[in-house]
Structure formats: structure tokens, C-alpha cells
């Protein structure tokens, strides 16, 4: 039996980048693979948009000059789709040699619980060999897959495998090799060779020697990791999904980086993250320092008085720049923890 990948998409409102994001993604060389694109409970007519697509009704948006080489000229058109609704999907329903799939969630469940419902319906299929969990709003190059596929093959023990991510707007500098290096005590993450030439040699097993976890942007994960430590967990909703997932799987499998999958990310294009504390959304900033005092609770419980700590920065900083939600918010989960913004809305 001919062992398929499963590229798993969540869109939520998103249908301009994902479209792109399956223009470069039907360019992959190499490498045999499906797509399943779970669709969050958009209210932006996403699903008819893809659908649309997929028909050759319904064109990706332009692309900058230096990136349209991933997405131009348009894939051959139609791509044929089936689509699923979430009970459909998890119960394993067969779609026969269907490139695309498209799930409809029905609500918004986040960033682990939208990737869930394709890593479930991945699983019950016989063929899926791995499953690579990808943002929405990237783009890829055509030889990644077949990159981490390599590396996959090379590293066995490997559970985890991450790519060379750069920023979408900023082509020649990196997100992240791979991924990153958290520090507990403070509750804060460091992006491996962040803003670095990506066009600079990396030496593989030095970058993985660090990494505490792969970026979500581009996850490349076994079936046997997946069926060993489970699905990421959902209590986070953003953020820090993938952090839990390494944590868990520690002492199991390992974390792997293959330099040569290049990815390109646009960086918060749907939630409005950003690394800049002045620019993040309400939603964004919530979800951030909520998790911080959630993964630290459950893992590091001891370094829970220094990570407040730091959250009192976070919230002085927000008082000063006159965000008066963003503080008011940060100081209720130092004073009542987590479940003060649990119910809240997260849109």
C-alpha cells in the first residue's frame, strides 16, 4: 500500500491565504499526499470559496512578485474534493483517491481542535503514514515535503519534525529553525534563529540539540507518534499546543529539524499575533498569557511565583501604553488564574 501524507489546513475565516496556501501546495514534488482543510465555523463563506477553487471557478489572490513563483500559474483546475461534515470525518468515512477534503468543524475549536478533527480523520485512513500540520496562511516551497519526508526516514525516533520557517513579507529572514527554546522560570520562548539570512548554513543536529519544541506553523508528525502520545491537547485554544505535545512526548520520541523544508509565513495573518505586545489583538494577548500560567501549572508548577512575575511586566507594560483591556485582563489571571477569562469571548 502506497503510504500517504495527510497535510492538515485549518481556515477560520481565512479564504484568501488558504487559497494560496493550496495553490503551493498542489505543486509539491515528490512526495504522494492529500489535503484536508477543517474549516473553523467561518462566516466568510470560506468553504464555497475553496469549493469554488477547486472547480476553477474561484482564482487565489495575487501573490507579491518574489513569492507568486510558489502559487502562479494556477494548478490544474478542477482538483477534486469531497466534502465532509465533522461527524463524517471522525467516523472515518472513505473518500476514494480525493486529493482534497474539506471538513466543516461547525465551530470554532481552535487552533489543536480544528488540527484534532484532520489528524482523526487522517488516522482511520489505512494510507496515512504521517500527517504534516500546516498554517493556513503559508505558503511552501514545492521540494518541502519531500525535505521532511527524508528526515523522517533518516530519524526514525523522531516524532516531531520541523521545518525552516521564514517570514512570508521578509522572504531571505527566518522565523525559526525549526523551532524554539522555552525557558520555564519566565514562562517565554525564544525562536531559533530568528531573523537570521536564511541563505546561511545551519548545522542540523546543533539547531535540534536545542529545541524544546516545534513551531506549529509546520509540524511533520508520525503516525506512530500520533497514536503513542495523542492529539494535541485542546485546552489551550491558542498557543502552546505544541509546546504540551513535546512535553508529553518526551522521553518517547524526539524533535527533528529538516533545513531544507522551507516554509513561508505570513504570522498571525488571521488572529492578529504579533511579537509586538503594542500590536496584539485582545484575543491574541488573552490566549498568550492565559496559556503561560496553564502549561506552567501543569508541567513546572514550582516556577508558577516567577512566571506571575513576569505577567506583572507584561501587565505594566500594557498600562502604560493605555491598553486598558489588555491590562485589566493580564492583571484578573494573576489575581484568579486561568479561569477568570474562561467563557469569555474568543473571537
Known amino acids: 500500500m502506497t503510504q500517504i501524507t495527510y497535510i492538515v489546513l485549518v481556515n477560520w475565516n481565512g479564504w484568501k491565504d488558504t487559497l494560496e496556501c493550496l495553490e503551493s501546495l498542489f505543486r509539491l514534488e515528490g512526495a504522494d499526499h492529500r489535503v484536508v482543510v477543517c474549516d473553523n465555523g467561518s462566516e466568510d463563506g470560506s468553504l464555497d470559496r475553496i469549493r469554488a477553487w477547486a472547480a476553477g ?62 489528524l482523526r480523520y487522517a488516522l482511520r485512513q489505512p494510507d496515512m503514514a504521517w500527517a504534516w500540520l500546516l498554517n493556513n496562511d503559508t505558503v511552501a516551497d514545492r521540494h518541502a515535503l519531500r525535505a521532511l519526508l527524508d528526515k523522517a526516514r533518516a530519524t526514525p525516533g523522531a516524532g516531531i519534525i520541523g521545518s525552516t520557517v521564514v517570514y512570508y513579507h521578509r522572504p531571505q529572514r527566518v522565523q525559526a529553525f525549526g523551532g524554539a527554546r522555552y525557558f520555564h522560570c519566565i514562562g517565554l520562548s525564544m525562536h531559533i534563529g530568528r531573523l537570521r539570512n536564511r541563505l546561511r548554513p545551519v548545522h542540523e543536529r546543533r539547531i535540534e540539540s536545542q529545541m524544546d519544541y516545534v513551531l506549529g506553523a509546520s509540524m511533520f508528525v508520525s503516525r506512530a507518534f500520533v497514536e503513542a502520545v495523542g492529539p494535541m491537547s485542546e485546552d489551550y485554544f491558542l498557543y502552546y499546543e505544541e509546546l504540551d505535545w513535546a512535553l508529553r512526548a518526551r522521553g518517547r520520541f524526539t524533535l527533528a529539524y529538516a533545513q531544507h523544508s522551507r516554509v513561508y509565513h505570513k504570522a498571525g495573518a488571521t488572529i492578529g499575533s504579533s511579537n509586538r505586545s503594542s500590536e496584539r489583538s485582545l484575543l491574541s494577548d488573552r490566549h498568550l498569557m492565559a496559556n503561560r500560567l496553564r502549561i506552567t501549572r501543569r508541567f513546572r508548577p514550582h516556577c508558577l511565583p516567577t512566571v506571575r512575575g513576569f505577567l506583572l511586566v507584561e501587565w505594566l507594560i500594557r498600562r502604560l501604553r493605555g491598553r486598558k483591556a489588555h491590562a485589566g485582563m493580564i492583571w484578573r489571571l494573576i489575581t484568579e488564574g486561568p479561569s477568570a477569562e474562561q467563557g469569555r469571548p474568543r473571537r
Do not use: W, Y
Not at 489572490?61 to 469531497?82: F, L, N, T
Not at 468543524?105 to 481552535?110: K, M, Q
Open 57 to 118: 471557478r474561484q482564482e487565489a489572490p495575487p501573490a507579491p512578485a518574489e513569492m507568486a513563483g510558489h502559487s502562479r500559474p494556477p494548478c490544474a483546475k478542477p482538483v477534486a474534493c469531497q466534502s465532509l461534515t465533522r461527524e463524517q470525518a471522525e467516523q472515518g468515512r472513505e473518500v476514494a483517491e480525493a486529493p482534497l477534503i474539506l471538513i466543516d468543524c461547525g465551530a470554532n475549536l481552535g487552533f489543536a481542535g480544528g488540527n484534532n478533527v484532520g
